[in-house]
């Protein structure tokens, strides 16, 4: 008598690809999510550049083109990751998708990561894409510190993950995402430096936007490549730690508590 097989079973990353190929397929099936992640980013870079042009006239030392790259990564996140992840999440919540995949073998967190993992390679391939760029057009110097910089691409992607998870859960219908996402957009475009400079702030009001959730691990990206977050300049690779350390401090603290609201607040299924 022979005995039954036992059943197969998966690994972590394989049930994450898994998700990741599928939620893949139908973001290259959603012609205004593809527009979102390949077209408007860039599209805003002009405009972006613009600005930053004329914040310059009014702060005097203001770097224009390390402003531009860093600011242009910022915004990639903000409209691939946490806006495409925001509808994602509340469509497939909607669909009973995300209820149905906690029947099965993946976790809670799995589920969450693997929806997010083709939005969080886009928008990593797209800030690499500007990078090479930027260093190459525009003669910008190599980065002072890649660790910082992955450091805070990896915390700015976990995190923007999270407040997606977040927003989806006020967020009633595919429909109305653009409205639940708005004040989020709109103080990480005005309030953590990519649009507005924190340089050409007040010193006040320069503080109190660096407490804001989006604000520190975006200035690790420029901390890590430029050496300084426009407060002044750090001394080496040692210095570009110290200079980092409060940023990262916070960047960590803002993602554990997204995570942890996420974990609490995220819904699995429409209301009734």
Known sequence: MSLAAAPATTTPVGRLLA????????????????????????????????????????????DVNANLITSSMGLVLLVVVYCNLTTAYTARR???????????????????FGTAVPSIGLALL?????????AVLLDLRTPANPLLMLAGL??????????????????????????????LMLAAQFGSGLMVPLESMSDTMANVCRLLPTTPALQLLRIGWFGTDGTG?????????SQAAVPLLLALAWTAAAAWATRHWFRWEPRR
């Not at 300049?233 to 730690?241: K, L, N, Y």
């Open 154 to 183: 990896a915390l700015s992607a976990v995190l923007l993950t999270a407040l997606a998870a977040l927003s989806s859960a006020v967020t009633k219908t595919v429909e109305t995402a653009g409205i639940t996402t708005l004040p």
């Open 233 to 241: 300049p750090s001394e080496g690779f040692a210095g570009t730690w």
């Open 19 to 62: 998700l990741g190929r599928a939620e893949a397929v139908l973001l290259r099936r959603n012609r205004t999510a593809m527009f979102l992640a390949l077209v408007l980013p860039f599209a805003l870079v002009g405009s972006l550049r613009s600005i930053l042009r004329a914040a310059s006239e009014q702060t005097p030392g203001l």
């Open 94 to 112: 909607n669909e009973l998708v995300m209820k149905r995949l906690r029947t099965g073998e993946a976790g809670d967190t799995e589920i969450l």
């Open 126 to 134: 797209q800030c690499l894409l500007l990078g090479v760029g930027g």
